[in-house]
């Protein structure tokens, strides 16, 4: 079992930046990918980010390539999410995953098997 805790979303202008963070526990942190999605109002949820256990690969959904940035601490258990050069678009409720048993990235929804219980974020024009 793998308990995943987010924070750091809120309400900030087009252009701001966020910071979004994910505790993990209950499994050694260091053993498998994370990932994280977000689901906008009526929407699918959808792939945003993805890092491989060690942090030496990650992936980008196109929409967010270039201004979004995922980055994980093994030592503090904490995957983390920056968000730079928001827009009204981005305006979604953010949810961090655990790959448990996979060491690469993914951008799959069904190759994550934890969720997070997600933290809202919403851009302003």
């Known amino acids: 079992q793998v308990q995943l805790v987010e924070s750091g979303g809120g309400s900030v202008q087009t252009g701001e930046s966020l910071r979004l963070s994910c505790a993990a526990s209950g499994r050694t942190f260091a053993g498998f990918a994370m990932g994280w999605f977000r689901q906008a109002p009526g929407k699918e949820r959808e792939f945003v980010a993805t890092?491989?256990?060690?942090?030496?690969?990650?992936n980008y959904a196109g929409s967010v390539q270039g201004r979004f940035t995922i980055s994980r601490d093994n030592a503090k258990n904490t995957v983390y999410l920056q968000m730079n050069s928001l827009k009204p678009e981005d305006t979604a409720v953010y949810y961090c995953?655990?790959?448990?048993?996979?060491?690469?990235?993914?951008?799959?929804?069904?190759?994550?098997?934890?969720w997070g219980q997600g933290t809202q974020v919403t851009v302003s024009s």
């Open positions: 890092i491989s256990w060690n942090g030496g690969s990650t």
């Open positions: 995953a655990a790959a448990i048993g996979r060491l690469g990235y993914s951008s799959m929804k069904k190759d994550y098997n934890f």
